[in-house]
């Protein structure tokens, strides 16, 4: 993970507030509190530390661009709002916004398709509904071993799991009602933003929705 030169990657998540303490993070992977494949993550060492549901510590019309990238759907809705606007403010008239979630509409789609598709002898073990849900992300996955301190974490920090799905419409008309204008469906390196290939991973594209909008 490299925050490319002239950009500041604000991260809140425990990994990012234990960046400095691999050992720990692989610890913490051991008791199943962190999932394992991002216990060894490198950290860029000028990572800021924030958590973004507070103002933002920007002043106003000081931003050329915000890249998000599958954060929006771990807010809640009023907070959403409150980071969009906040959002809104730091840009400069003009200022781009770039955000990527998981697209709802995909999903809906690979449930029915799945529906349509299912053997009426296929086993309880490939039911469409349980894939669909766990697909959503909306709810915290339990492991048989985990002990009730581990769970008790989970419920109190919960960031992990999605609070809100958008499909391509419903995040148009959020960015609208937030004052975006000029608000446009993008794939992955298709932007207005310089330099985008050092932002983009393809990855991220899977299963998901990209729109770019701008200041008023």
Partial sequence: MV???GWVSIDSSLNARLAKWLWFRK???ALHIIPLDRASILYPKNIYVYDVRK???FPDNSTETIYCSHFLEHLNRRNALSFMKECYRVLVTGGIIRIIVPDLAQYA???IQRLRQ???EASINELPAERFLED???FEKESANENMLIRLYKKIYNKNIHKW????????AFLLKCGFKNIQRKSCYESLIKDIEKLDAPERFKDAVCLEAQKA
Avoid: C, F
């Fill in 3 to 5: 925050t490319p030169s």
């Fill in 27 to 29: 610890v913490l992977a």
């Fill in 55 to 57: 103002r933002l510590s």
């Fill in 109 to 111: 789609q690979q449930y």
């Fill in 118 to 120: 299912i053997n009426q």
């Fill in 136 to 138: 959503l992300g909306i």
């Fill in 165 to 172: 799905m958008y499909d391509e419409r419903s995040l148009a």
